[in-house]
């Protein structure tokens, strides 16, 4: 059974930057990962996605601006957030196939 623990979120300036990373337990990371967020009154919605194989895929509103990527080695996914924008506000939760993690909140200030 995976385990799976977020790290990095925080507020973050509109225009700016933040990571998000997320470290995964248990024996095989040999998965597909994907990042999911829910804002405030909203439905959780799908963020980003790797391959196993390390290829990514991004929901319309992100692409340019995030990017995932993973360390096999180190068990980790991360999600690299630039030019942030205030509609990014979120909590942010990692998922592996059958696991998701606690969430980490993501504020950004205009």
């Known amino acids: 059974q995976v385990q799976l623990v977020e790290a990095g979120g925080g507020v973050g300036q509109a225009g700016g930057s933040l990571r998000l990373s997320c470290v995964a337990s248990?024996?095989?990371?040999?998965?597909?990962m994907a990042w999911y967020r829910q804002a405030p009154g909203k439905q959780r919605e799908w963020v980003a996605a790797?391959?196993?194989?390390?290829?990514?895929n991004y929901v319309d509103s992100v692409k340019g601006r995030f990017a995932i990527s993973r360390d096999n080695a180190k068990k980790t996914v991360s999600l690299q957030m630039n030019s942030l924008k205030p509609e990014d506000t979120a909590v942010y939760y990692c998922?592996?196939?059958?696991?998701w993690g606690q969430g980490t909140q993501v504020t950004v200030s205009s």
């Open positions: 248990g024996r095989s990371f040999n998965i597909n």
């Open positions: 790797i391959t196993s194989g390390g290829f990514p």
């Open positions: 998922k592996s196939t059958t696991t």
